[in-house]
């Protein structure tokens, strides 16, 4: 049973840091891309940033390009997105999700097992 646990949420000030963990069980991680969505109240889920299986391919959305950086170990079975210089439009859950896909896709249909999210607020 494939299972994908996040950690890292909190609350932080504006221009402050944060780094997510997605940490994924029966699984074979390195064989699949991985990604990283956002969610608001009355809003669609958003794309944040994918992974290649490798890690060696990376796609970020444009609202977070420069700012945060998505990366893997897998060795560790886990992806990571590093946030810095966060914005209060930041403020979300965060979700991370395995591809049904070996290289990176920005297409939420395509993943196939999402975790339970984690909650980021960024204060102003």
């Known amino acids: 049973q494939v299972q994908l646990v996040e950690s890292g949420g909190g609350l932080v000030q504006a221009g402050g840091s944060l780094r997510l963990s997605c940490a994924a069980s029966g699984v074979t991680f390195s064989s699949y891309a991985m990604g990283w969505f956002r969610q608001t109240p009355g809003k669609e889920r958003e794309f944040v940033g994918a992974?290649?299986?490798?890690?060696?391919?990376?796609s970020i959305a444009d609202s977070v390009n420069g700012r945060f950086t998505i990366s893997r170990d897998n060795a560790k079975n886990t992806m990571y997105l590093q946030m810095n210089s966060l914005k209060p439009e930041d403020t979300a859950v965060y979700y991370c999700?395995?591809?049904?896909?070996?290289?990176?896709?920005?297409?939420?249909?395509?993943?196939?097992?999402w975790g339970q999210g984690t909650q980021v607020t960024v204060s102003s």
């Open positions: 992974i290649n299986w490798s890690g060696a391919g990376t």
């Open positions: 999700a395995k591809s049904s896909t070996a290289g990176w896709t920005r297409i939420s249909s395509l993943y196939d097992y």
